[in-house]
């Protein structure tokens, strides 16, 4: 009895049915893989901070949130823009560098623009091992943006980059209480008052800043009512 083989037709009818599957699943299984590393640093990210935060306040004796206030630099800011950027390298060298590694820190860069045009100044930023940075911003508060993959597209709010906060001056928790947040210098913006799940998601949904909020409340996993693509 002859061998009954495949046909040339069988073979190619095989072929693009795998090739047809292997289109609708490959897509999801890098998604997932994304959320997967996107939430690996955060919660890198976030520990070592929160680690950073606790041996400097114990080596300088002070809360985080009294570190710097805008105010007392206010008039030579406006004075010299570059002032704020300069402070914001000299922050995060005095109370960061010595307790977290980094491959290296860009000091930011003041660029003056007209009205209308883009503000292309450069901000602080840490590159960090695993590919990530935080940008900081010397505002109110000391402003940090997380990017889990970052300088690498898309660099949107929400998808890739996450804000936190520094609270100066004051503690965040001093007029909002949540067990996520009472009594710590560092966290998602904003964090005491979305101090719900249901108030930091319908907050996401609206403006993606806030999104870092409701992903404390799901211990920085991309859970599937996540409003953004990853």
């Not at 400097?56 to 206010?74: F, L, M, P, V």
């Amino acid at each position: 009895m002859k061998n009954k083989g495949f046909t040339l037709a069988e073979v190619l009818i095989t072929l693009g049915v795998i090739g047809i599957v292997a289109a609708m699943t490959l897509p999801i299984i890098i998604q997932n893989n994304k959320r997967v590393e996107a939430t690996a640093r955060l919660k890198k990210f976030v520990s070592s901070m929160e680690q950073a935060i606790l041996f400097a306040e114990n080596d300088n004796g002070t809360k985080a949130y009294s570190w710097t206030d805008i105010d007392n630099y206010s008039e030579q800011i406006a004075e010299n823009p570059q002032l704020e950027h300069d402070l914001t390298y000299a922050y995060w060298n005095q109370y960061f560098a010595p307790y977290i590694k980094s491959l290296r820190v860009e000091k930011g860069v003041y660029v003056e623009t007209a009205d209308g045009e883009k503000d292309n100044t450069k901000r602080t930023k840490v590159y960090f091992a695993d590919g990530s940075t935080v940008a900081m911003h010397f505002g109110f508060c000391m402003d940090l943006i997380f990017d889990v993959n970052g300088d690498r597209l898309p660099n949107e709010l929400g998808k890739d980059l996450f804000y936190f906060f520094i609270a100066t001056n004051k503690s965040h928790s001093r007029d909002f209480e949540h067990e996520l947040y009472k009594n710590k210098s560092f966290g998602p913006v904003y964090m005491p008052v979305y101090n719900t799940r249901v108030k930091a998601l319908e907050a996401c949904k609206k403006e993606p800043k806030y999104c870092s909020a409701l992903l404390q409340h799901d211990n920085w996993e991309f859970k599937k009512d996540y409003p953004y693509k990853i």
